[in-house]
């Protein structure tokens, strides 16, 4: 994929308000270094600002989705007090988390290993597809680590207390195509397939209508409202929003003329 690049990242806009972020660094299985996270802190603060973007893909270059965080800093940590230890790790986290704060929905193409840090940065995207062959894993306790980067949370809500428990205590694999058979991921195709579904289903996400996206993605978010009242609290406020967009009078136009809408987010 072609586009400006801050060297640890390359970053794509596409004509249809599709951005392509790609994590690149394969020769270390596009590992999240410091260089990588300032790109990548960059990236989503020039992305949220952007008022044409519709929907954001995340890939790695190479066989590997990414590895996860630089583990060579690791052995030097014993010499170093706790609470700057916390410091550096919130930020970190709250650093490639930042993909959740855009308003737009995200979508995770793993089109290969996604390891510990690298895969929680897969499960914070609204949507996943992954190779079939990629490998997904987060092998913390194995290396004497606590989970990070939200890992205790995002396993749950995506996928359940039972596979997560799998994953994080007893060091569970899967391949993609076992992690769309567990809801891990949405689906999984074959490798050298990936890049086009996944960009199929941004394209699908960028031409619907704008506000209607973003309002129906923060109704998502979380894992959705607690209960049903709290829903139709939300939804009685943000469907009368759309419902006095320009968009909406396009949708149905569009679906009255039978052609496709156009819709322009206002």
């Not at 306790?141 to 207390?161: I, R, S």
Request: hydrophobic share 50%; glycine share 8%.
């Amino acid at each position: 994929m072609s586009g400006d690049s801050a060297d640890a990242l390359l970053i794509e806009r596409r004509p249809d308000g599709v951005a392509v972020l790609t994590l690149n660094d394969p020769g270390r299985r596009n590992a999240m270094s410091d260089e990588m996270t300032a790109a990548w802190k960059a990236a989503i603060e020039g992305l949220r600002a952007d008022a044409g973007l519709r929907c954001v893909v995340v890939t790695g270059a190479g066989s590997a989705f990414s590895s996860g965080g630089d583990l060579s800093w690791l052995a030097d940590t014993n010499s170093v007090a706790v609470p700057p230890l916390r410091d550096r790790m919130l930020e970190f986290y709250r650093t490639w988390l930042l993909i959740r704060s855009l308003e737009v929905p995200t979508i995770a193409a793993v089109n290969g290993h996604a390891v510990g840090a690298g895969l929680c940065l897969a499960l914070a995207c609204d949507l996943r597809y992954a190779a079939d062959d990629a490998k997904l894993l987060a092998p913390f306790t194995a290396l004497g680590l606590h989970p990070g980067m939200a890992a205790t949370w995002l396993f749950p809500v995506v996928a359940g207390l039972p596979l997560a428990r799998e994953m994080l205590l007893a060091g569970r694999v899967l391949t993609g195509a076992e992690a769309a058979a567990h809801g891990l991921v949405n689906r999984a195709f074959p490798r050298a397939d990936l890049p086009d579904e996944a960009l199929a289903v941004a394209a699908k996400v960028a031409a619907n209508a704008p506000i209607a996206t973003r309002l129906t993605k923060v109704a998502l978010s979380g894992g959705g409202h607690t209960d049903m009242e709290s829903a139709l609290r939300w939804e009685s406020l943000a469907q009368p929003v759309t419902m006095s967009s320009r968009d909406m009078l396009e949708g149905l136009a569009a679906q009255r003329e039978k052609r496709s809408a156009q819709f322009t987010g206002e």
